[in-house]
């Protein structure tokens, strides 16, 4: 794969993960405020039940009760919070429900009447609930919520005020001396009277626990995060599948216009654009074209045919592609001629190399016609050269090298 494609891939992959992680906080943040809206409901729905209590114990159960002491049925002086208090009954009820959630291995709800008069010590608001009373007697809102954590757990606080007082309220917050004496004998002359009607003596608070509903969030956060990352990762092969298929598809014109047919080394046309541009590439150390020629090549094709012939130059060509640096360069420039571009310290330095070249082919054995030789012509680059004046010598060289015998290196250093 090109670096191009492989940078845009790179690329691809990072924006995918920033956009898997903007839309993971951003569907986290949904599922939050899901979860806080869904355990909030919850929380309306218990404390609107608790006001429907509230409402029946004032509207039909306490009428009952005074029409019964009216007529001389009960004691006028009968008073007992069971029948009486709605805040008795809630809280009891509410201790049933949480033993019912115990037993069904669900955390407890925090259940409380905030009052800043109760007869019980236990609906003593604090300063934080005394605010919010105070807040609900101004009028300045009629609910109050609030995403808390205890302990590192995350619970959400709700309150709503109880009904204000009406005039059957005043029966037992009014005045001690109107109150039923076994009220004031239970729970003394001070606590809980000398309310008006109209004030809003209380509220109820529940302190949820969120522990249903983040669990449940999470089950559909960790469902949803799957199937984006699945979506994502199919999105990501799509794109990868058919950069792959540009990539092959560039690698494949890029053999056709740049290698040679036959032995997938590079062609004549990389060739001419590669010495004329060995002057703007110069090294600290001398750079060399050597060229070779297959000796009695003719023969070859005449006796064992064309396609042993081919196959010749394509077992030359793995051979001697082996034998070279990673950094040579290694072309086909005509029909049994090949050639070289290499890096080397000194001419000594390309001999020894070049008759390493010729050793290597002579001592090699070549299906169909054994051995065979090579002739190799070497010229080093000079200043201002050009590439035709380089491949001119070499050749030069290279045919000294076939007329001197054959089967041997000439270096052409002079003309």
Do not use: W
């Amino acid at each position: 794969m090109t670096i191009e494609n492989k940078k845009l891939l790179l690329k691809t992959f990072v924006l995918m993960v920033g956009v898997y992680i903007a839309v993971l906080l951003s569907a986290y943040s949904m599922f939050k405020s899901y979860a806080l809206e869904e355990n909030e409901a919850k929380l309306q729905d218990l404390i609107m039940h608790n006001k429907a209590l509230h409402t029946y114990v004032e509207e039909q159960l306490k009428p009952v009760i005074y029409a019964l002491k009216d007529a001389g049925n009960i004691d006028k002086d009968f008073f007992d919070p069971k029948l009486l208090s709605f805040t008795y009954m809630s809280r009891n009820i509410m201790q049933e429900y949480n033993k019912q959630r115990a037993a069904n291995k669900i955390e407890e709800i925090r259940y409380k009447f905030a009052s800043n008069n109760p007869r019980n010590p236990l609906n003593q608001a604090n300063e934080h609930e005394l605010q919010i009373l105070k807040e609900f007697n101004a009028k300045e809102t009629d609910r109050h919520h609030e995403h808390m954590i205890i302990d590192t757990n995350e619970y959400i606080f709700y309150a709503m005020p109880v009904a204000t007082n009406v005039e059957s309220c005043m029966q037992c917050h009014s005045k001690p001396e109107k109150a039923p004496k076994s009220l004031v004998t239970d729970y003394g002359d001070k606590a809980g009277f000398y309310e008006k009607v109209g004030d809003i003596r209380a509220f109820v608070s529940v302190t949820m626990p969120l522990e249903v509903e983040l669990r449940k969030m999470q089950r559909m956060f960790t469902l949803f995060a799957s199937i984006v990352l699945i979506l994502l990762l199919i999105v990501f092969a799509v794109i990868f599948y058919f950069i792959r298929q540009i990539d092959n598809k560039d690698a494949k014109l890029f053999e056709q216009a740049n290698k040679d047919a036959l032995t997938k080394i590079y062609n004549r046309h990389v060739f001419n654009e590669d010495i004329e541009n060995m002057n703007n590439q110069r090294k600290s150390i001398g750079q060399y074209l050597i060229m070779i020629d297959i000796d009695h090549f003719k023969t070859v094709n005449d006796t064992y045919g064309h396609s042993a012939g081919d196959k010749v130059l394509m077992e030359l060509s793995d051979i001697i592609s082996k034998s070279i640096r990673e950094h040579d360069r290694f072309y086909r420039i005509g029909g049994e001629e090949f050639a070289i571009l290499s890096l080397q310290s000194t001419v000594e330095d390309a001999i020894e190399f070049a008759e390493r070249l010729r050793k290597e082919v002579k001592a090699s054995h070549f299906e169909k016609i054994g051995a065979l030789t090579i002739s190799i012509g070497i010229a080093q680059l000079r200043t201002n050269d050009t590439g035709s004046k380089l491949f001119d010598r070499a050749d030069m060289a290279l045919y000294n090298a076939k007329e001197a015998g054959r089967d041997r290196v000439n270096v052409l250093l002079d003309a």
